[in-house]
Each structure stands twice: as structure tokens, then as C-alpha cells.
């Protein structure tokens, strides 16, 4: 899950911060902050829509589940400047595009084409542009002031299948692609991916299914299957990797997220298990006390991310025991007390957050 930039601005106007002194603060007007979570659900076709308590991270549907407009929904993603959502419909080759208001209410606005069995989509951090890969495809599109997409140039190749979620460096000039056997890094010019730079992992068997720029970029952390691990690689001048430290895990990662601060969030394959870890900036992990909170029952923590006020870590399993996982997260970074939900679940897949702040 990547941070929406526009959070940062957000609260900062919330709490009144800035230049502008004490009377900044009292000249601003009362206002709600509202959290939305969108899941797709697979086996049904279809998006819930939930509303986050943002104080104990307990969530409620609103209203019913939203037609996807596709076959086999596996992704959702939240524009970072507009209410627009997309769905990744894997087994229609169909992305569909959706406003949203607070109330939940979603609307289809348009779909497009995407390759052949997408399972990665990313949105660039400026919202200019969007990129879909699938087998051995990579799709750039455009996107609208009013967050439609259109196809922009030919597909990119990719050297293999890609992973879960993939990560920009530089200020959205290079994007790193986490893929079977190896990663692959594109220069990123107004859009335009040029030629990549490819780098193997320890054997062509292994799966790079996650991949995550640590904040104020100096890093990005790969998790890998097969050689189960995460790979941390140090960026050069140019964003691209350069020196990479191996930490051998002892269960097989899944999906992860960065806090602001560095702390790293990574699911396991399997279990209810996130593991919380402290960074550095050349992206070597340190476990927390505490860690892994696990929780009862059968599933795992596949999709695994920080909600946009970085409060509370969701998961879900991609998994027919439809559960919705989140746990508390302390101010030194510790995660504690959890919730499992099931409302409104059809083998619930990547999920996206949207927030909206209106005045009271």
C-alpha cells in the first residue's frame, strides 16, 4: 500500500499547522475526517464498501455490494487526488472505474482492457498516469483530471510474471516491478517507461510478490518466496538498486507496507500473523517486541496494509474464510487488540482506503 501524499497536507489543515501562526488554527472550521474501505470480493463479482471507526478499527457495510462490472475482481485502488476508484477484473481483462462519495455510494464511469491475467496495478503518486501488468505485460495508461484512464503507447515486456504491488523511487521518475525470478526497474519520462534494468533474484524460482519504497527513499524492501526473505536494496542516484541486504525469514512472506517513520508491516502466507518491524534507511529490519500479533483461527495476511491515518493494519486472505483482519497500532509502532469481520465478504482480495473530510 503506498501513502496518499495528500494525507500529509490533509492532517496538517486539520491540526492547523503551517506558517501561518495560532490564528490559522482558530479560523479553522470543525470538520469529520471519514475513512472508506473498498473490497473486491472474487467469488462474487462485486465491491463492499465499509466504513472505519477510526478508534477502534471496527468497520460497518454501507449499503450492497457493488457490481464490479467483470469477472473475478482481485484488485481495488484509490486515485490519490480524485474520489476514483479502479477494480481489476482478472478473468474479464476489464479495469473498472468508479466515483465514490462519503456516503459510499460508488458509480461505474467507464472500464478498459487491461493484459491478460492482471494481478498488479499501480497508480503514479502524481495521478497522471497508471500501470496494469499481467503475464508478461506491462499497460500504461493516462488518467484524466476526472480519473478515467486511456491506454498510453505500446506494453512494456516484462521479463516474468509480476508480483502483488509494485513501488516509484525518485519522485515517480523510476518504478521498480517485483517479478518471478527477478525485479525490473523502467525510467519513468512524463509516463513513458523506457528501458529497464533487470535484477535477478537468488534463483529464477523464487517470487518477488511485494515490493515497497521505504519512506525519504534511500530504499526498497522485496519480499520473496522460494528463498523465503526480504531482499533490502539501496538506491542509487539514479533510483535504481544498488547495494542489497538478505534477511532469511523462517515462515513465507506475503503482502507488507511502510509506516511513515519506517516501521515495516509484513503478513504471512498461511496465518493470521503481521510481523512489525523498526527500519533503517538502507532498509535492514529490526522485529519489535511483541511480534508477530497473531490471531486465531485458519487464513493468513496476504493483503496486508496501513490505513491512511497509519491508526490500524488491515488484512485479508484472498480466501473463501472471507475474513477481514485488523489490529491496533501503538504509537512506538507495536500492534496490539484485533478484530476479525466477515460482513459483506465473497473471497475478499486487495483492498484500497479512501478518506474524505467534510465540515460539521
Known amino acids: 500500500m503506498k501513502r496518499n501524499l495528500g494525507l500529509l497536507f490533509l492532517l496538517g489543515w486539520m491540526a492547523g499547522c503551517g506558517t501561518h501562526g495560532e490564528d490559522s488554527i482558530s479560523s479553522n472550521p470543525p470538520v469529520r475526517l471519514r475513512e472508506l474501505l473498498i473490497i473486491p470480493n472474487f467469488a462474487a463479482n462485486s465491491v463492499t464498501i465499509k466504513s472505519v471507526n477510526l478508534e477502534d478499527g471496527t468497520s460497518s457495510v454501507l449499503g450492497n455490494p457493488v457490481p464490479s462490472a467483470g469477472t473475478h475482481p482481485l484488485i481495488a485502488r484509490s486515485h490519490p487526488n480524485v474520489k476514483v476508484?479502479?477494480?481489476?477484473?482478472?478473468?474479464?481483462?476489464?479495469?473498472?472505474?468508479?466515483?465514490?462519495?462519503?456516503?459510499?455510494?460508488?458509480?461505474?464511469?467507464?472500464?478498459?482492457?487491461?493484459?491478460?491475467?492482471?494481478?498488479l496495478f499501480v497508480v503514479h503518486p502524481s495521478g497522471?498516469?497508471?500501470?496494469?501488468?499481467?503475464?508478461?505485460?506491462?499497460?500504461?495508461?493516462?488518467?484524466?483530471?476526472?480519473?478515467?484512464?486511456?491506454?498510453?503507447?505500446a506494453d512494456a515486456?516484462?521479463?516474468?510474471?509480476?508480483?502483488?504491488?509494485?513501488?516509484?523511487?525518485?519522485?515517480?521518475?523510476?518504478?521498480?516491478?517485483?517479478?518471478?525470478?527477478?525485479?525490473?526497474?523502467?525510467p519513468v519520462a512524463v509516463g513513458v517507461?523506457?528501458?529497464?534494468?533487470t535484477t535477478p533474484l537468488a534463483s529464477?524460482?523464487?517470487?518477488?510478490?511485494?515490493?515497497?519504497?521505504?519512506?525519504?527513499?534511500t530504499s526498497i524492501a522485496v519480499?520473496?518466496?522460494?528463498?523465503?526473505?526480504i531482499r533490502a536494496y539501496t538506491l542509487g542516484n539514479n533510483g535504481f538498486p544498488n547495494t542489497l541486504t538478505v534477511q532469511n525469514l523462517t515462515f513465507r512472506p506475503a503482502t507488507?507496507?511502510?509506516?511513515?517513520?519506517?516501521?515495516?508491516y509484513l503478513g504471512e502466507n498461511g496465518s493470521p500473523s503481521v510481523h512489525a518491524f523498526q527500519s533503517n534507511p538502507s532498509?535492514?529490519?529490526?522485529?519489535?517486541a511483541d511480534s508477530p500479533l497473531v490471531l486465531s483461527g485458519t487464513g493468513g495476511a496476504y493483503f496486508n496494509a496501513l490505513d491512511l491515518t497509519e491508526k490500524l493494519v488491515f488484512s485479508t486472505d484472498g480466501n473463501a474464510n472471507n475474513r477481514l483482519d485488523v489490529r491496533l497500532r501503538q504509537a512506538d509502532g507495536r500492534l496490539i487488540g484485533s478484530s476479525s469481520d466477515t460482513q459483506g465478504l465473497n473471497v475478499p482480495g486487495q483492498f484500497a482506503f479512501m478518506l474524505f473530510l467534510t465540515p460539521q
Open 204 to 217: 529464477n524460482a523464487d517470487r518477488a510478490v511485494d515490493l515497497d519504497l521505504r519512506p525519504g527513499g
Open 128 to 153: 497522471g498516469w497508471a500501470y496494469a501488468g499481467g503475464g508478461t505485460s506491462l499497460r500504461t495508461y493516462a488518467i484524466s483530471s476526472s480519473g478515467v484512464l486511456s491506454v498510453q503507447g
Open 157 to 186: 515486456t516484462l521479463a516474468g510474471e509480476p508480483g502483488w504491488d509494485a513501488d516509484f523511487s525518485r519522485n515517480g521518475t523510476a518504478l521498480h516491478v517485483p517479478e518471478l525470478g527477478q525485479l525490473q526497474s523502467f
Open 223 to 229: 519480499a520473496v518466496q522460494g528463498n523465503d526473505s
Open 193 to 197: 517507461l523506457g528501458t529497464p534494468i
Open 85 to 119: 476508484f479502479y477494480v481489476v477484473n482478472r478473468d474479464s481483462n476489464v479495469i473498472t472505474q468508479f466515483t465514490l462519495d462519503e456516503n459510499g455510494n460508488a458509480r461505474l464511469i467507464s472500464s478498459i482492457a487491461c493484459p491478460n491475467q492482471t494481478q
Open 256 to 264: 507488507a507496507d511502510f509506516a511513515d517513520n519506517g516501521q515495516y
Open 283 to 288: 532498509g535492514v529490519l529490526s522485529e519489535l
